[in-house]
Structures are given as C-alpha cells and as structure tokens.
C-alpha cells in the first residue's frame, strides 16, 4: 500500500510538471497569457511513458501477490484448459458458419479473466519449457496470447471501445508491443509470445525456433479484430491441436470477406498471408510458396471447378485484400 501510494504520488506530480503548476513562470515572473520556457516543460509523451512506467510496475506489484501463493504445479496443471473454455464458451459466438466470431467483452467478469490469466502466468519457465511436451507447450502459449489479447481488451475496453479497435488503446505504442504480463519473471508484449515463443522468428527464443514447423498458427491466435481468424469458443490442448488448427484454417479460407476470386483470373487473400508469406514458403507442413499453399486448399478458396483449377494450376495472380481492424465485439 505505501507503495502504491508513493507510485501515485510521483503521477500526480508529473500532472502539475507537465501542465506547469510546479512554479516557474506560472507564479508570476511570465507574461501575460502564461507563456513558459518549452524547453523546460514536460511533453506529453514523456508524461505518458513515466505514467506507462509507474502503472506497469504497479500491475506487477499486484500480480505478484495475487500469484504467490496459487502457482499451480506440473502435477496439479489442467493441460485441457477447463478454465479457458469457460471464458470461451461464455462470451464466445460462432457466426456465419463458424467463419466470424462475436466476442461479448461485457459478459466477462474482470476478476475471472485475471485469475485464470494469472494462473497460466505463474508457471515456470522450467516446466513450460522443459516439462512440457511440444504439443502441451504450443497449446499453453496459444491459449496465453489469446487469454491475454481477451484481458487487454476487457481492462480497456473503454478506450477499444471508443476508438472501435484494439490498435486505439494507446496513443504511442502498438498494444501488441506494450509489455502488460510478465511471464518468467520477466516483462513480455504478445509479440514476444507470437514471434518468439510460437513462431520462434524472433532472436532470444532460440528453443521455439527449432519447434515451430505449422504455419496454422496464424489461424489459432487472435488478434480481437473483425479482419482476424475466428477465435473458438473453446481452448487449444495437446490432443485437439491437430482438428483445432485445420478447422480454424479452413473456416477462415472459406470466409470470402477475405479470401475470394475476382474476375475469375485474381485470388485475393487476406493481409495475413502478405505479412507471413515466408511461413507459407519455407517447406513448413508442405508448402514451398504462397502459390503452393493456395493450390493445395483451392477447394476452401472457392466452390467453382475452373477457379479451383486454375488455383491449382497455379495460374492465378494473388492479390491481397483489405483488413478489418474494427474490434470483434460486433459482427
């Protein structure tokens, strides 16, 4: 508490330096208008990031003691991930086929997505990366980013929701790249658990870069927007994977808000596929290219027998189409 306290009090003075109520020209030496030296206020965005600071190591305070005496064991640990498909099933709607999904963030208790967060969180690195077997660790870490996405969205649903996308909760930093959680003992954004834990493309995470070998992860994870995969109603685990990943890849080709043929000569397929493409050419699960990859799922692409041949044949030019970054919460 007295830390708490302090942390507060260390805010409140950045309010009063950065609108100029610590003195200076404001007491009475400015001229008329109240005109001060820039070069000696405060910027708004250096106020941010000492607020950003203060409230993150705060969150930390606060984690670290609602976790200290709940962490459960390699023993004890629910590898089907009950808990998550409970937050899943309640506030999860499967739509138009099972191509879009509808979250209901106002369905969700605060305290219930913390707790089941904070109870993935305060696992070890040891035992999710050592005890754990590939498949478990690939289920925990796709469920974390998902779980987590879901927390930032419902702890600033407010400012998600005014800005109507999760790109619009802060000002000054990607939320993908704001370090909310910590994981190991130490701060990670999402992109670490995505580029690094998952997709192992990221240095520092030498481990996952010699176990990610499925480019459907891109379908699993989801991003709380309308242009993303359909996030299930239900967790991932060791022993669903396999179903869960072809499912949500093939109810996100057959979706033609973002995967269609035009013209009959022209695949447009969603930005996903533009900023992986190298996940869809590397060999990973088959694939050599992107061309490669549209030909041996032509029949999700489209339902008319020339257009599967010609995607087949890889005699269509692929195009990208636009995404949607509205948030989910609305179809």
Known sequence: MKLILF????VL???CYA???GGGASGGG?????????????SPKAVYKAREKLRQRMQEKQVAAETATSAPSIANFDHNYSSVTSILSKSVKLVAGGKKS?????????????????????????TVMKKFTKKQRLAYFVNLY?????????????????????????LFKSPWDQSFFTLFGKKHTLNNIEHGFIRGDKSGFKQSTKEYNDPRIHFAVNCASKGC?????????ASNLETLFQTTMVSFLKDRDRNYVKDGKNLYLSPIFKWYKKDFSRGLKGYKSLKDFAAKNAGHLTS??????????KKMSIKFSDYDWTLNDSI
Not at 30 to 41: D, F, P, Y
Not at 106 to 114: I, Q, R
Request: net charge positive; glycine share 6%; no cysteine.
């Open 229 to 237: 995969p359909a996030l299930l109603n239900k967790a991932f685990t």
């Open 304 to 313: 008319n027998p020339n257009e599967i041949a010609l995607i087949k044949a």
């Open 30 to 42: 400015g001229a008329a208008g109240g005109s001060t030296s820039r070069s000696k206020e405060a």
């Open 19 to 21: 609108s100029g109520g």
């Open 146 to 170: 998902n779980i987590l996405t879901i927390k930032l969205i419902k702890d600033n649903y407010k400012d998600a929701k005014k800005g109507n996308s999760i790109k619009k909760i802060w």
């Open 13 to 15: 003075s950045l309010n």
């Open 102 to 126: 509808i979250i209901d963030y106002n369905a969700l208790s605060k305290a219930e997505v913390n707790s089941v967060a904070n109870q993935m969180l305060s696992l070890s690195e040891n």
């Open 7 to 10: 942390l507060s009090s260390i």
